[in-house]
Every structure is written in structure tokens, then in C-alpha cells.
């Protein structure tokens, strides 16, 4: 089950995650958090659907359906937040993967101090894995200098592991870390494209969510969505005016 915003270029939201979901042989469950204004060059305007609506959406798949995994992504506001923590309290022994999505890939901000505040009180003790990028930790993070540091804030905070994607840093290939059990697990290095991506983190974290719902152990989960997350951006194509779209389903051919 997947709760996100709706994208009406395609590039991220609820479209990415239901296209990385299928493209696993998962059935993606969705329920949508918000709606947008936006296209592959910017957000522009956010209307979150109303707490009341998120939950009685997400009550009617648990109520019918065997949920494996939930994956969050933008959530609008402290409200939906909320309704969202009640939610997971309903479903303590599924898998929670947790894409703070804080600023649209334009750059514009998602989210308030108020907001990252209600996410570190009511989502991060409930997630099994969160997946940011350096600037979304450095948010999320109460204390830390560097990025090992700010890691083990997050996981002090609740999570039980984290992994911190080295999209945003400057580096020559890109650093991924997986952090758990109170250290670094495991590191990977992939080559960094030339593009820049719309929709690259809901793939990854809808593809580890997938991986984790088919049975996968965490390192195996979250190093295959990485490989699947990369081939997916190789394979991007620009649309539009502004950043590339994954093609997550590059495999098949399809353009």
C-alpha cells in the first residue's frame, strides 16, 4: 500500500510508485494524500486531501486486503501526518518504508519546520526503513556534524534503518549507505548520470518496499532497488521542459 500525492506529469507521486510496485510483480494499493500543480520543471501549488479522507481510504484496503508493505511519501501537512500515524498503529507488524519527501525536485519547499517536527514525532518510531537524501537528513536529524552522524539521529529517533541516498551530495559517484543496528551496513557506489531526475526517490523507495513485501531480507531489498532505481534513470527520458522522468519499465522495451 502506497500513500502519496498525485503527479500529473507521471514523473513521481503516486504514478511512480504504482509503476515500481508493478514493475517487482507487487500489486500496488494506493491512497492518495494529496493533490498538485506541477510538471517536470517544478511544483507549484500542494492541496493536501483531508486527514478524515487519507484514513478511510488506507481503513478500506486493510479492512479487505493482505497489506505487505506501506510506503509513504509526501504527506501535506501536519493533519495528514497524523492521520497517517494512526494509520500504521493499525497495522504494527507490516513494514513501514518512509520517503520524507521535504522539497519538490525544483527545489521548491514541501514542508514546514512544523511538519518535519510532526514526522519526527509520529512517523519515525513506526518506520522499518527511511530513505533520504542528504539535505532530508540533515532535517530529519535532532543532532549529528556529519552524515554517520546525523544516520545514527535517525536511527536513535526510531527507524530501524536508514538509508541515506548520496543523490544530492557532491561527489563523484553517488555514495548510498545503509545504516542499522546502531552502525553502517553497507555501502554502495554507483556511477552518477549526467541528468537530472523527477520521481527518482519515490522509485527507490516503492521498489524497496516491493522487495521488502516479497520477503527479502533488508541488505538484499534495498541493494536490488538501487540496481533496478539506476537502470530505470539510464534508461530516462526528458518529456518535457524540465528534469528526466525514470523509465521503470526500461526492461521491457517500451519508450
Given amino acids: 500500500m502506497t500513500l502519496a500525492g498525485h503527479d500529473p506529469c507521471g514523473g513521481a507521486g503516486i504514478q511512480a510508485d504504482i509503476e515500481a510496485i508493478i514493475s517487482q510483480g507487487c500489486h500496488p494499493a494506493s491512497v492518495i494524500t494529496c493533490m498538485t500543480v506541477q510538471d517536470t520543471c517544478n511544483v507549484q501549488r ?72 510532526a514526522i519526527r514525532e509520529y512517523l519515525l518510531p513506526l518506520t522499518t526503513l527511511l530513505t533520504p537524501n542528504v539535505p532530508e537528513a540533515a532535517r530529519l536529524a535532532t543532532h549529528g556534524d556529519t552524515l554517520d552522524e546525523q544516520a545514527q539521529s535517525l536511527l536513535d529517533q526510531g527507524c530501524a534503518y536508514v538509508l541515506l541516498t548520496g543523490t544530492h551530495a557532491e561527489s563523484e559517484r553517488v555514495e548510498n549507505a545503509l545504516y542499522g543496528e546502531g552502525q553502517r551496513l553497507r555501502t554502495w557506489f554507483w556511477e552518477r548520470l549526467p541528468e537530472t531526475y523527477h520521481g527518482s526517490g519515490c522509485t527507490l523507495a516503492s521498489t524497496c518496499a516491493a522487495n521488502l513485501a516479497k520477503g527479502m531480507d533488508m541488505v538484499k531489498a534495498v541493494g536490488t532497488a538501487q540496481a533496478y532505481t539506476w537502470g530505470s534513470l539510464q534508461a530516462g527520458r526528458q518529456i518535457g521542459r524540465g528534469q528526466f522522468i525514470p523509465n521503470r519499465f526500461y526492461w521491457t522495451k517500451v519508450s
Fill in 46 to 117: 500542494v492541496e493536501p486531501v483531508s486527514d478524515y479522507l487519507i484514513e478511510q481510504q488506507a481503513e478500506a484496503l486493510l479492512a479487505d486486503l493482505s497489506i505487505a508493505a506501506i510506503k509513504i511519501g509526501l504527506l501535506g501537512s501536519v493533519a495528514a501526518v497524523e492521520a497517517v500515524h494512526r494509520i500504521l498503529l493499525q497495522a504494527p507488524d507490516v513494514p513501514v518504508i518512509l520517503d520524507p519527501i521535504l522539497a519538490a525536485g525544483g527545489g521548491k519547499s514541501l514542508s514546514t519546520d512544523i511538519l518535519v517536527e
